[in-house]
Each structure stands twice: as structure tokens, then as C-alpha cells.
């Protein structure tokens, strides 16, 4: 059996690293994306240096292990004296880990929309860069939301490696609460459940846009 009395006596610790938990993963969400869209424009853009540089980044980072760019910021930038504290590094780390596959989701949605669509917003006399922002970017996006919001889920799950940077998460502070109470079990169960309260809500919410979206095509 569980021992409750664990998690309530704790409770401000559980609640402390659920704190930064969500924060991390909300900062790295938003950069995430955001990079991951500039990275996949560059995958298709009519320049070969930018798709170049989209492909180096997308397949040298989704062929690395996160916990490997985080390490490398935090303990490497150091030695060319660029310093962060653990939850910035691991932060930083989830936000370009992440990046990497959302830019091959939405280049992949890009790709989806149908070229006339470019052709026609060209005619009109938009430019590339506005064609792109007012016509194929909102479409492609709404073909990925599904893929996106799983690797959403996956950027909260990635979060733990703050734990390895004391970057103040939940993991960080359940090996607090562990080497306080000489309990692994109980505590780190007690983690799970508060990982369980981000990702199934995400989950749900994904599954309900996929549904609403299939409908409507």
C-alpha cells in the first residue's frame, strides 16, 4: 500500500517541482513551435542555403538524445563561459530537442496543402514570406495539429531531465523528498501521478481536436 502520509507531508514540495514543471513545459512549447516553424519554412523555402541549414538542424537533433543537448548545455557552454542554471539549460534543451520534430511535422503539412494554393496566393501579388504566413502556414498547421499535441505530451514527459540539472521539477524535488524520508516507492509514484495530471488531460484534448477535425473534413 501506498503511504499517503508521504505525498501530504510533501505536499509543498510535490507542488514546488509541479510548479516548475509546467513552466518549463509552457516556455519550451511556445519556443519550441515557433522555432520548429521557421525551421520547417526553411526546409521548403526556394533558397538552397536555407534548406540546408533546416536539414542539418532537423537531422543531427532528432538523431541525439535530449539529454545529451541538455548536458551539453549546462555543462559544456561553461567552458566558453556561457553559464545557466539548471532550469534554464533544461529548458533551452527541451525547447531545440522539440523543435526538431515539429518542424518535420509541419513541413510535412506544408507539403499537404496543394501548390496551386502557393501559385494563387503568388498571383494576387502577396509575396513568398506573406503567401506563406496568411495562406499555407495557417492549413498546414491545422492538417498537424494531431502530431503536434503528441509531441507536445512528449516535451512534458522530456521534462524529467531537469531532475538530472537540479532544475528545480518534479523530479528534482521528489529525490528531495526521497533522501529526506529513505523512501523510493512511495515517492516517486506519487511523481508519476503529478506527470499523469499534465499529459492526460493533453491526451484527452488532442484526441477531442483530431475528432472535431475529422468531422469537419
Known sequence: MLDFSILTNNMDM????????????????ISSFILGTLIAV?????????????????????????????FFIFIGLPAIG????????????????????????????????????????????????????YIILPQAIKIVIPPLGNQFINLVKNSSILGLLAG?????????????TYVVFDVYIFVAMFYLLLTIPLSLGVGYIEKRLSRSN
Open 42 to 70: 526553411f526546409r521548403i523555402a526556394p533558397f538552397k542555403i536555407l534548406n540546408w541549414i533546416g536539414t542539418v538542424y532537423v537531422e543531427i537533433l532528432r538523431n541525439i538524445p535530449v539529454l545529451l543537448i541538455a
Open 82 to 133: 556561457i553559464r545557466f542554471d539548471g532550469f534554464t539549460a533544461g529548458t533551452i534543451a527541451l525547447s531545440i530537442y522539440t523543435s526538431a520534430f515539429i518542424a518535420e511535422a509541419i513541413r510535412a503539412g506544408i507539403s499537404s496543402v496543394p501548390k496551386g494554393q502557393m501559385e494563387a496566393a503568388r498571383a494576387t501579388g502577396l509575396t513568398y514570406t506573406e503567401s506563406m504566413r
Open 14 to 29: 510535490y507542488l514546488e517541482g509541479f510548479k516548475f514543471t509546467v513552466l518549463s513545459s509552457i516556455i519550451a512549447l
Open 168 to 180: 528545480w521539477d518534479l523530479m528534482y524535488h521528489g529525490d528531495l523528498v526521497s533522501s529526506n
